[in-house]
């Protein structure tokens, strides 16, 4: 091709598809603030300054002892403060010579000085109240998000908006950051306020009323501002959410490989930015709103704050008020002006915190009603027999069960295998054998006791399980096998079950045995392949020796050698326990005493190995089609 034959615009690739808009509907698409008037935002803090007092007695009540006596410190200081400001102002506006009028004025100078270090003293101890409540509050708050989320009903997280509910709870607890001091610099400024309004007030009755009204305008703007930054989170907790969760998994080294060979970045980082573009215009939209807010409630303020200085300047000239007594005006003034302002503008952090706070409360109460309450019965080893009886299970939102009338009996000492495609069913079978899921019709039952009646923690206690996606734990290795299960100092059933499974030479070849921190992110951490991670998730359910044993395609990721190790070992250990596995690879179901087939939900097929393989089914076609290849 010549140079005339190039195109002299090419073509340039199409622009990848922005990210999908997600919207909700429900109670939970409605912004709790769309409705809520001035009045009511306002009549909100002293609640909300009551429930951060509760949450900081409840973390640390020294602290709080030593909060409220600085604030007593302050009313007093600032009283005196300005009574010795008043008492030396006499002196020196009067007669006499500079030696004189000094000399009358000392005492008075001393208590301003001394009432000035008392505020200074009671700031610093604020200050270190406040740094001795904060980080236990953040923790706590957070480790009850963390608690909560983790004892919720499993079906909680198909519920729409969970995750986005959540979202707006964790900047709850992000708030807690800066919720002590906001409320504790909201009060101290309410109480100099309070008191050099008094004191204002006792001077000539007219400065106070001006006063509020030059202030006014501001605080009524800075609660309007917060309702708008509010609105703008709450249209972004969507994007927020979905953002943060594709930023872990694009920067995570654990898929470093699949984003770079499958050329993911270029699209990762559109899409990224895209996101990120649109929260952007978000808040950009909302600049203008909250400038006109700004320079309206500005006007307003100046305009009454200038009433006010002409108002004093009025009593001073025309001899309504003495010198002395208007030279404190002017202090009192500058003080409660001071006050002022800070009680607006902490009072709006402290409004705009109550927001998020309550989206954590509403939060935590609701994971708190779906948190398991089936009922005191209990039950306990051995497990002789698991029933099912007609169980139905059905989805949110979904037009069909992922289970659909299943009826099946599991004994002790035998093993049962679960098969069948994609979709089938077969996870969700397990969730409802287990009693994550409740069955929405039919039962399941434990030696005859029914799952819903039946407290979860006590079947759970009596469970393995090798889930198909298990976690990588950032434990070290003894932690990931004990991993919820009291344990001794002994480390003998450890190895025990690590023997099971074939993983003793790769834990004796770590710089630290089972000490070996797994986390290669981490500094000084190791990490396993995949096929060792498997076996690990298989160990740590054999240590549990549990009553119920469910193996979800325990050794898809396994050598033939350590897959074969496996699978005698769970023979081995049939007959002391109920042992399911699911799985697609159908020659393991040789080891199986049953074998159930399920298609959308139900059971197609069932008998031994040797029926299926000759029945002509589901079956017998799955496993020709495994060993077309």
């Given amino acids: 091709m010549t140079g005339s034959d190039v195109p002299s615009n090419p073509t340039s690739a199409p622009s990848p598809p922005p990210p999908a ?24 803090l002293p609640a909300v300054l009551a429930r951060i007092g509760r949450l900081s007695w409840r973390t640390d009540r020294r602290a709080v002892r030593l909060l409220i006596g600085c604030q007593v410190v302050t009313g007093v200081s ?87 509910r959540q979202e707006a709870a964790e900047m709850g607890v992000v708030r807690t950051h800066v919720m002590v001091t906001d409320a504790q610099r909201f009060m101290s400024s309410l109480i100099r306020l309070v008191t050099a309004g008094s004191v204002l007030s006792l001077l000539n009755v007219m400065m106070l009323p001006l006063l509020l009204l030059a202030v006014l305008p501001a605080g009524i703007g800075a609660v309007l501002t917060a309702r708008v930054d509010y609105e703008i989170h709450y249209a972004n907790v969507s994007d927020r959410n979905v953002r943060g969760m594709m930023r872990w998994w694009a920067t995570t080294s654990q898929y470093g490989d699949e984003v770079r060979a499958n050329s993911m970045t270029d699209y990762l980082v559109h899409w990224y930015r895209a996101l990120s573009e649109r929260c952007d215009r978000r808040n950009l939209a909302a600049a203008p709103r909250t400038l006109r807010i700004s320079l309206l409630s500005a006007l307003a303020g100046g305009v009454f704050l200038l009433a006010t200085w002409g108002a004093l300047a009025w009593l001073a000239v025309t001899g309504r008020i003495e010198p002395a007594i208007a030279a404190t005006a002017v202090i009192a003034v500058q003080t409660a002006l ?105 039962k399941v039952t434990w030696n005859g006791s029914d799952l819903a009646d039946t407290d979860p923690a006590t079947v759970w206690r009596l469970t393995g399980l090798v889930p198909q996606d298990f976690a990588k734990w950032p434990l070290r290795v003894r932690e990931n096998i004990t991993l919820g299960q009291p344990r001794t100092h002994d480390d003998g059933p450890v190895w025990e079950a690590i023997d099971a499974v074939g993983l003793r030479e790769a834990v004796e070849d770590l710089p630290n045995g089972l000490d070996s921190l797994q986390a290669r992110d981490i500094w000084g951490g190791v990490e396993f392949s995949g096929g060792q991670w498997q076996r690990e998730a298989c160990a740590r359910a054999l240590y549990r020796k549990p009553e119920l044993l469910i193996l979800d395609e325990p050794t898809s990721q396994m050598d033939p050698r350590g897959e074969h190790q496996v699978f005698e070992r769970i023979k081995a250990i049939a007959a002391d326990r109920i042992t399911i596995m699911v799985t697609h690879r159908l020659e393991n179901t040789k080891i199986a005493d049953h074998i159930i087939v399920l298609d959308d939900g139900r059971i197609s097929e069932q008998g031994r190995y040797d029926d299926l393989v000759h029945g002509g089914g589901t079956f017998a076609e799955l496993l020709e089609l495994s060993q077309d290849r």
């Fill in 21 to 44: 808009e997600i919207t909700y509907s429900g109670q939970y698409s409605v912004n709790p603030l769309a409705e809520v008037s001035f009045r009511k935002m306002c009549a909100t």
């Fill in 78 to 164: 600032a009283a005196v403060l300005l009574a010795a400001t008043a008492r030396v102002m006499g002196p020196v506006l009067g007669a006499g010579s500079a030696s004189d009028r000094l000399q009358g004025a000392l005492p008075a100078l001393l208590v301003v000085a001394l009432a000035a270090a008392m505020n200074r003293a009671a700031g610093a101890v604020a200050t270190y109240a406040e740094r001795r409540i904060t980080p236990l509050l953040t923790s706590e708050t957070d480790s009850s998000l963390v608690e909560a989320v983790c004892r919720v009903e499993a079906a909680a997280y198909a519920g729409d908006g969970f995750s986005d």
């Fill in 338 to 442: 001071a006050a002022l302002s800070q009680v607006v503008i902490n009072g709006a952090a402290v409004f705009h915190t109550s927001l998020y706070l309550s989206d954590m409360q509403a939060f935590l109460d609701e994971a708190a009603a779906r948190a398991p309450r089936r009922g005191p019965r209990e039950i306990a080893g051995p497990v002789e027999q698991i029933r099912l009886d007609e169980v139905v299970y059905q989805y949110p939102g979904k037009d069909k069960p992922a289970v659909d009338g299943v009826s099946l009996t599991l004994e002790r000492g035998r093993i049962l295998a679960i098969v069948g495609a994609n979709g089938s069913g077969k996870s969700t079978l397990t969730r409802l054998i287990t009693g994550i899921y409740l069955c929405d019709k039919g």
